[in-house]
């Protein structure tokens, strides 16, 4: 299992955009599809975005499509997300993992990165 690192998260008024930030290590990073996932609380961790290895391919969660872009850097071992158009009910920790579809691979999870969006 790869090494993962979130960052980017913050305060952000509603309307205002974020960059996260997914920073791998200790294994080939280029080999595994990754996805974002977020947690709020009291909720379900539920998927927010997917990319393949290459990169090529990429899906969404319905509530975020259109809005949010997953993007990867394998050279730079890093997914990112670039989320525009926040809306306070995104408020939560969001974490990487490798994925399986709209599913994440493994059970264990780092720290995460918390967004939290102001109405």
């Known amino acids: 299992q790869v090494q993962l690192a979130e960052s980017g998260g913050g305060l952000v008024q509603a309307g205002g955009s974020l960059r996260l930030s997914c920073a791998g290590s200790g294994r080939t990073f280029s080999n595994y599809n990754m996805g974002w996932f977020r947690q709020a609380p009291g909720k379900e961790r539920e998927f927010v975005a997917f990319v393949s290895e290459s990169g090529v391919v990429t899906y969404y969660a319905d509530s975020v499509k259109g809005r949010f872009t997953i993007s990867r850097d394998n050279a730079k071992n890093t997914v990112y997300l670039q989320m525009n158009s926040l809306k306070p009910e995104v408020s939560a920790i969001h974490s990487c993992?490798?994925?399986?579809?709209?599913?994440?691979?493994?059970?264990?999870w780092g720290q995460g990165t918390q967004v939290t969006v102001s109405a």
């Open positions: 993992n490798e994925a399986s579809g709209r599913t994440a691979k493994f059970d264990s």
